[in-house]
Every structure is written in structure tokens, then in C-alpha cells.
């Protein structure tokens, strides 16, 4: 699994214009029904998994990043959207610091093998300086896109 066949172009945030977390994350959520990844009739739903999973346990595992996923039976097929904060986000992170760089993951609730195969590869990529710091630098929609295509055919280093 690689990270441009879960996060499509039209899923991806260069600058994050929320700063708040349950505003982040349901804008990525926006997203991603806008982009069709996921039906609009279940967006109150998504929203409200997502949030009571981080109410109980923060994504935000340290070193900028949040991870933020949930598996639901209205979701068809395996999808992502990644954000970019350069203020940062207060999630409440493990490390206690701002979170810069967000992925939304959605799966299908009946496939759990994919749902660990795409939160290895994120998490595999994340824990890359490199691949953090190119993100958190990147302007553009079409400059993540590349550094995710990087990462995915290894010309991105550790």
C-alpha cells in the first residue's frame, strides 16, 4: 500500500485555516465528502466517532503529527486526507507539542488488515525526519502530492 493510492491530489490541505482540533477534523472530514471518499450522510457520524476517540485517546502521537482514523461500514474504500498547520494545533499530543501535520484516515469497518496497512505505511513515513520536515516546508498542494509520491518510490531520505 502507498501513500498516493489513499490520499488523492483533491484530498490534501497545504495551510490549514482551522486551528482548532474538532475544527481540523471535521473540515478534513468536509473534505473528504467533498472529494466523494465518503458519503455525506454519514458525515455527523464520522465526525462524532473521530472526535470521541480523541477525547479518549489523542492521536497526536509526538514530533508534530496526529493521526486521527476510524473505521466505519459506510466507508467503501480505504481513503486519507493530509493537512498542513504552520501555526500548529493543540491535540492534546502525548508530547505535549503543537501538531503540524494531520492525517485523516477513513477505512472500511469490515477490512481491519487494510485499515493496519495504511496506518503502518503513514506511521513509517512519519517516523522520517525528513519526510516531516519536507511536509511541514511544503506550500502547495501539488508539493506534498510530490513529496508523498517521493516517499512512496523511496527517493525521499531518512
Excluded: C, W
Excluded at 464520522?46 to 509526538?62: A, N, P, Q, W, Y
Excluded at 513515513?125 to 511544503?138: V, Y
Aim: cysteine-free.
Amino acid at each position: 500500500m502507498k501513500l498516493t493510492e489513499i490520499i488523492q491530489p483533491d484530498s490534501i490541505v497545504a495551510q490549514l485555516s482551522a486551528t482548532d482540533r474538532d475544527d481540523v477534523i471535521t473540515g478534513m472530514i468536509d473534505l473528504l465528502i467533498d472529494t466523494g471518499a465518503a458519503p455525506a450522510a454519514i458525515k455527523d457520524e464520522l465526525i462524532e466517532r473521530v472526535l470521541d476517540r480523541e477525547r479518549k485517546h489523542s492521536t497526536g502521537f509526538g514530533r508534530g503529527v496526529a493521526v486521527p482514523h476510524v473505521k466505519h461500514p459506510g466507508i467503501e474504500q480505504i481513503t486519507a486526507a493530509i493537512g498542513i498547520s504552520g501555526e500548529g494545533i493543540d491535540f492534546n499530543s502525548l508530547d505535549k507539542q503543537p501538531v503540524y501535520t494531520v492525517f485523516l484516515l477513513l477505512s472500511p469497518q469490515d477490512r481491519p488488515e487494510e485499515h493496519l496497512q495504511a496506518m503502518e505505511v503513514i506511521f513509517k513515513n512519519l517516523s522520517k525526519d525528513t519526510f516531516r520536515r519536507s511536509l511541514r516546508q511544503a506550500g502547495t498542494k501539488a508539493e506534498i502530492h510530490q513529496i508523498l509520491d517521493d516517499a512512496d518510490n523511496h527517493r525521499l531520505g531518512g
